[in-house]
Nanobody
Framework: QVQLVESGGGLVQAGGSLRLSCAAS????????MGWFRQAPGKDREFVATISTTGGDTYYADSVKGRFTISRDNAKNTVWLQMNSLKPEDTAVYYCAARNSIVVVTAVDRYDYWGQGTQVTVSS
């Protein structure tokens, strides 16, 4: 059983930056592909970014490509999401997720473990 704890959310002005962290415990972190998702009020949870077990492959939603960067450190059991040039439409609860596979996917229902989420609010 893997436990995931996100941190780093907050309130930021448009154009600003935030760095989200997700600390994992209870499993062998390097076995898991990791993903970041977000959910805005009244909307479905959506894919943001994912990274392979080794960090060699990353994929991004078109809406964040070029602004967000996902990275991981298997020695620290941590995955990060660096968010730059934030926009009001990036406002959401951001969730970290783990998938027990070397294959990276973007579908919400393909992930096995989820964190509790961290709120990101971008003011205009």
């Amino acid at each position: 059983q893997v436990q995931l704890v996100e941190s780093g959310g907050g309130l930021v002005q448009a154009g600003g930056s935030l760095r989200l962290s997700c600390a994992a415990s209870g499993g062998t972190f390097s076995y898991y592909a990791m993903g970041w998702f977000r959910q805005a009020p009244g909307k479905d949870r959506e894919f943001v970014a994912t990274i392979s077990t080794t960090g060699g492959d990353t994929y991004y939603a078109d809406s964040v490509k070029g602004r967000f960067t996902i990275s991981r450190d298997n020695a620290k059991n941590t995955v990060w999401l660096q968010m730059n040039s934030l926009k009001p439409e990036d406002t959401a609860v951001y969730y970290c997720a783990a998938r027990n596979s070397i294959v990276v996917v973007t579908a919400v229902d393909r992930y096995d473990y989820w964190g509790q989420g961290t709120q990101v609010t971008v003011s205009s």
